[in-house]
């Protein structure tokens, strides 16, 4: 079976006896059929809901800046930006090197450079040194940028929701079955059948922390980088 929209409300209509749907009647599907498809969607949602940082929802943009323009909306589908991983793209064209922006408060900003937004002058144009979160789901550069320089950044996106049969979820296949227990809980709530859906919970939360166990609970190493002198080591001994 595809890992598509259609595949997964075909594995729920399996587990519960039901009559399968095609690419050609998924639309307009209707009765327990459209609760099925409504099950799936809540999964997957619940899925994303758990972590803020699931690699499969890591999202590298790149954006051209515009000269003279400071301030630039967030991607539509943002749910988080890193606002350490800001940097200007290397262009041999612009006669400009890789530059990492440097995560500047906001209160920061409005103290010591907020004339940048109000002075169009180009003297004070320059390639960005700072990166500013500003309160209106904005970011704001500093100096004003005087070219059209690439913009390199990190965030994680809030998934959209799966419409068309062929649509293919952002949660790998490897965890496609996690995504049917946690389908099958609500389709059980759906049919009032309390002990099922209660199984169906626990197997689903026992699949998302096996997900979390491998992509979230690590803890870098830290080697310490303290050099022992070798006559202290003889003394010691």
Do not use: C
Request: negative net charge; charged residues 25%; aromatic residues 14%.
């Amino acid at each position: 079976m595809a890992y598509n929209f259609l595949g997964l409300v075909n594995d729920v209509n399996r587990r519960l006896n039901e009559v399968e749907l095609t690419s050609s009647n998924f639309a307009n599907a209707t009765g327990f059929y459209s609760t099925a498809k409504d099950a799936i969607n809540s999964a997957i949602r619940h899925i994303n809901h758990e972590e803020f940082y699931w690699p499969w929802n890591h999202v590298e943009e790149e954006d051209t800046l515009t000269a003279g323009t400071i301030r630039y909306g967030y991607p539509y589908d943002a749910k988080t930006i890193d606002m350490d991983s800001f940097r200007i793209k290397r262009d041999d064209s612009l006669n400009t090197g890789t530059v990492k922006l440097k995560n500047l408060n906001y209160k920061e900003y409005l103290d010591k450079y907020i004339d940048y937004e109000y002075n169009s002058s180009q003297d004070m144009q320059n390639v960005p040194s700072f990166v500013v979160r500003a309160p209106s789901q904005e970011f704001i550069l500093v100096p004003t940028p005087d070219k059209a320089y690439e913009l390199v950044y990190e965030y994680y996106r809030n998934p959209v929701e799966l419409e068309l049969f062929d649509d293919v979820p952002s949660v790998p296949i490897e965890f496609k079955h996690i995504i049917v227990d946690g389908a099958m809980f609500y389709a059980y709530q759906f049919r009032a059948d309390t002990q099922a859906a209660q199984i169906s919970q626990s197997k689903f939360e026992t699949g998302i922390k096996y997900m979390r166990s491998l992509y979230i609970n690590h803890y870098d190493y830290v080697r310490s980088t303290v050099i022992s002198h070798p006559r202290s080591s003889l003394r010691a001994l």
